[in-house]
């Protein structure tokens, strides 16, 4: 085992009690784990200021002297510890409200020391709250340039660890490893990329000595980070292939040619480019694995069923999973009309399928009498057995975890059944790459001929009466409306309180209407009972948080209501808005705010108003939030793990390292190269513990 394998507990400074608070709220095991947390921020202290030059609003600053003397003031909880201090050009006062006798104890009078901290203009003076403090002889070490900020939790700084506590951690593992550290780079690599060593850039992010070097040693990091998740993720594709012989399906037959004759309209031309590519996949003789994205309403579905018939005109059958029960019964309701009349049935099999029911699917599917079945969680049951499963449809896949979906993996025993994902949520390509670069991927960035751009506007709360006038024209015209409420994180009794105000309000508002409610705290039966009434027509207006079902689909429905929608991120706000629009008449969105909005979030709702493309709003959505909030996407256990990289501001270098990890693989598919072995052995300790399950998209 290397030392950098080696257990925290073990590194000076840390211990038993430390390393477990590390290891549950930060996820840092080992001395690599703590040598890869890297600062979010650093805050200059390469200059010493003079306490008679304070002035007015200053950031933190650091000041050298002693202090002079100790004063306890307040009673009980409210009492404080004052020390003052001076430099011999003036004096502050340094305020501490927990821990007395122990700062006593550590910085006695008279005793030369760095302080760092905000001075706040307190009585005619200043005054530091809980400054840091240093020995003065420290200085080289601590206070004379850019100090790294660490992300800490509550719990690690109640076990003494702050910021400061890290950076001394760090500097004892720095120390510890000097010489250790091989690079995981070829030298002809880092000349032609003109990257700094591995183990100096390490040393830069954590104690850097200049902002050239700190940027210097960011640009390595993020280039290592990159090209090492485009080599696993397009090594594991690699591997995938070579491994995974798939089902050839090389006929397109009678009900593929019949379906495509009856349709009322042509497929748009990202339709059929999607088909032809999953034409190809199924005749390469290597299992498919690709995601299929689009916006909402851009006819996923269609495709999927093409791509079922595929597996039906060569003898086989196909599942489609969608996540929830009203999901499936309306992807049922769709593929059941359309293949009734080419004489095919499709079986629902959900979680409240009646027993009889159940047992006649069971024994259709495994004499393979049924061709398609459409269901739930329900489909991976190990009481289903497939006669000769062929492809597996999996929609909104970002909702089923990674173990579920790898229930229908095992449904053969022969072959691997091919894997087609759809998700509905739009993904910037630059994280694409980055998400499922294991993946092939098709866009369909077209909408099917007919369809009214969504019109969408923007009210303050103020106007409320207008957009009340507004539900009942189109309600008396015959459509029915969603009004979606924001979530309140960590309120949810908030939450519910603001919903059923809002039922009390629409109720009031719209006496002769039926107003039915949904949110998350119904039990599952329940809430499905609401939607379905709402789903049939029986009621005109939802009242619902956000746990309107991605894809549920209501013709009828032409007007999404959309209050507090400052509170909504971008993607949040498109996949609702997406919930109208699905028939042929003019459909509206409205977004309600009060009136005073920063500066951020009208830019956010003006970018609604003026666009309906899902793919322009998510590239605004990750640039205004970054890729920390959107990098659960995939929910592919422990695949994806970035620490510095940031593929909203990063997109070049990610465009780039995965050029270059193509051409490293086409050149050395297994990193057998002598040159290639520092790659292959980082690979090794980056990715040694993870599971692999790309095969199970």
Request: proline content about 5%; overall charge neutral; charged content about 25%.
């Amino acid at each position: 085992m290397s030392l950098l394998e080696t257990a925290l507990t073990y590194l000076p400074g840390v211990g038993p009690k430390r390393a477990a608070v590390l290891a549950s709220e930060l996820g840092l095991y080992t001395y690599q784990d703590l040598l890869l947390y890297f600062p979010t921020k650093y805050v200059d202290r390469s200059r010493t200021y003079q306490i008679r030059e304070l002035r007015g609003e200053l950031p933190s600053i650091q000041l050298r002297g002693y202090i002079r003397d100790y004063k306890e003031l307040g009673e009980g909880r409210k009492k404080r510890l004052v020390a003052y201090f001076t430099d011999g050009t003036g004096t502050i006062e340094l305020t501490w409200f927990r821990s007395l006798a122990t700062i006593r104890r550590l910085y006695p009078e008279g005793r030369m020391f760095l302080v760092f901290g905000k001075p706040v203009a307190f009585a005619g003076g200043y005054s530091i709250t809980h400054p840091e403090l240093d020995d003065a002889e420290k200085e080289q070490a601590v206070g004379s340039g850019l100090m790294p900020v660490y992300p800490l939790t509550e719990a690690v700084r109640r076990v003494g660890l702050a910021s400061r506590q890290m950076r001394q951690l760090l500097y004892t593992l720095k120390e510890l490893l000097r010489g250790q550290l091989t690079e995981p780079l070829p030298a002809s690599l880092l000349r032609s990329a003109q990257l700094m060593p591995y183990a100096e850039a390490l040393e830069q992010i954590h104690f850097p000595e200049t902002k050239e070097l700190l940027e210097a040693a960011r640009r390595r990091l993020k280039f290592d980070e990159l090209l090492f998740i485009q080599l696993r993720l397009l090594g594991m594709k690699l591997e995938r292939k070579k491994t995974s012989p798939g089902l050839l399906l090389p006929r397109v037959g009678e009900h593929f040619r019949s379906l495509y004759a009856s349709l009322p309209f042509d497929l748009t031309e990202a339709q059929k480019r999607v088909l032809r590519e999953i034409q190809a996949d199924v005749v390469s003789g290597r299992q498919m694995n690709r995601l299929v994205q689009g916006d909402v309403g851009s006819g996923k579905t269609l495709v999927a069923l093409f791509a079922m018939l595929l597996a039906v005109d060569n003898g086989h059958q196909a599942c489609l999973m969608a996540p929830t029960e009203i999901l499936a019964r309306q992807h049922h309701a769709s593929l059941a009309e359309l293949l009734e009349p080419l004489g095919l049935e499709v079986g629902l099999l959900i979680g409240s399928t009646r027993r009889r029911e159940r047992t006649r699917l069971h024994a259709a599917l495994a004499s393979g009498e049924l061709p398609i079945l459409v269901g739930t969680h329900a489909l991976i049951e190990p009481s289903v057995h497939f006669h000769s499963l062929a492809l597996c449809i999996i929609d909104e896949q970002h909702r089923f975890g990674v173990v579920q979906r790898s229930g229908l993996w095992a449904k053969n025993a022969s072959w691997y059944p091919h894997i087609l994902t759809m998700s509905a949520t739009p993904i910037p390509r630059t994280l694409a790459m980055t998400l499922y670069g294991d993946l092939d991927i098709s866009v369909i960035d077209e909408l099917p001929p007919g369809r009214k751009p969504i019109q969408t506007y923007h009210v303050s709360e103020g106007e409320l009466f207008r957009v009340y006038r507004f539900l009942e024209q189109q309600i008396a015209e015959g459509r029915q409306a969603y009004v979606v409420f924001p979530m309140i994180e960590e309120q949810e009794q908030s939450e519910l309180r603001a919903l059923q105000e809002g039922m009390m309000r629409y109720r009031e508002r719209f006496p002769e209407l039926e107003v039915v409610m949904v949110h998350g705290k119904m039990k599952p039966e329940e809430k499905d009972a609401q939607m379905q009434r709402f789903v049939s027509g029986e009621a005109q207006i939802l009242l619902a948080t956000t746990v309107i079902e991605v894809g549920v689909n209501v013709p009828n429905a032409s007007v999404m209501v959309i209050e507090g929608a400052n509170r909504f991120g971008l993607a949040q706000l498109h996949q609702l808005r997406g919930r109208v629009g699905r028939g042929a008449s003019q459909s509206y969105c409205i977004l309600v705010t009060g009136s005073k909005l920063g500066e951020e979030a009208q830019r956010r709702l003006q970018l609604m108003v003026e666009t309906n493309d899902g793919f322009e709003i998510a590239e605004a959505d990750m640039r205004f939030r970054g890729f920390g909030e959107i990098d659960g996407t995939r929910q592919s256990g422990q695949l994806l793990s970035l620490r510095i990289a940031n593929p909203a501001t990063d997109g070049a270098m990610v465009q780039y390292t995965r050029e270059l990890a193509e051409r490293i693989l086409e050149a050395d598919p297994e990193l057998s190269l002598p040159e290639h072995a520092p790659l292959r052995r980082r690979l090794d300790e980056l990715f040694r513990e993870r599971p692999s399950w790309s095969q199970i998209s």
